[in-house]
């Protein structure tokens, strides 16, 4: 059976930077009662708190940070990176250990987002883009969709 990694927050586990979770989503849901999630908040496991201090990547993406041009911050110049990076590798841990080649990440995170992230402003601007997790887990192979994109990721499962 096909294992899926999940964002921790999509499944109602309350480790956003804002320690709140998201959700509740049926397909996730029905996933996780066939036992194929393995769940995972890069951020939590990278070493960060829950609640935390909110962080972008002003002047970059994921791939930035991982080539070393761009750092994670929060809006008081915290820097978060290797805990993001930290939790990236241990993500992709997850995705050898088990040979997931999908995983639902949850959208616009800096750790996170497959398609979109915030632009490192703390002004709530959207550019494209994909955070560290999301990065790290694409050159690797791993479909890597968010919860806004379920019915595709369902069709990919299907197609494996």
Same mark, same amino acid.
């Given at each position: 059976?096909?294992?899926?990694?999940?964002?921790? #927050?999509?499944?109602?586990?309350?480790? @956003?930077?804002?320690?709140?979770?998201?959700?509740? /989503?049926?397909? $996730?849901?029905?996933?996780? %009662?066939?036992?194929?999630?393995?769940?995972? #908040?890069?951020?939590?496991?990278?070493?960060?708190?829950?609640?935390?201090?909110?962080?972008?990547?002003?002047?970059?993406?994921?791939? =930035?940070?991982?080539?070393?041009?761009? @750092?994670?911050?929060?809006?008081?110049?915290? =820097? /978060?990176?290797?805990? /993001?990076?930290?939790?990236?590798?241990?993500?992709? %841990?997850?995705?050898?250990? &088990?040979?997931? @080649?999908?995983?639902? $990440?949850?959208?616009? +995170?800096? +750790? #996170?987002?497959?398609?979109?992230?915030?632009?490192?402003?703390?002004?709530?601007?959207?550019?494209?883009?994909?955070?560290?997790?999301?990065?790290? $887990?694409? @050159?690797?192979?791993? &479909?890597?969709?968010?919860?806004?994109?379920?019915?595709?990721?369902?069709?990919? !499962?299907?197609? !494996?």
């Amino acid at each position: 059976m096909e294992k899926i990694l999940v964002s921790r #927050c999509l499944l109602g586990h309350k480790v @956003r930077y804002d320690g709140a979770g998201s959700g509740p /989503f049926d397909q $996730l849901a029905a996933w996780q %009662a066939e036992g194929r999630v393995v769940a995972i #908040c890069p951020e939590v496991a990278g070493g960060l708190p829950t609640p935390r201090p909110a962080a972008e990547i002003p002047g970059g993406q994921g791939l =930035d940070v991982w080539e070393g041009r761009a @750092r994670v911050l929060t809006a008081d110049g915290e =820097d /978060f990176s290797e805990a /993001f990076l930290d939790g990236a590798r241990q993500a992709l %841990a997850l995705v050898q250990q &088990h040979n997931i @080649r999908i995983a639902i $990440l949850k959208a616009n +995170s800096p +750790s #996170c987002g497959n398609l979109l992230t915030y632009d490192g402003t703390f002004s709530g601007v959207k550019v494209s883009g994909e955070g560290v997790t999301a990065a790290l $887990l694409k @050159r690797h192979g791993v &479909h890597v969709f968010s919860e806004l994109e379920l019915p595709q990721a369902a069709q990919a !499962l299907n197609n !494996l």
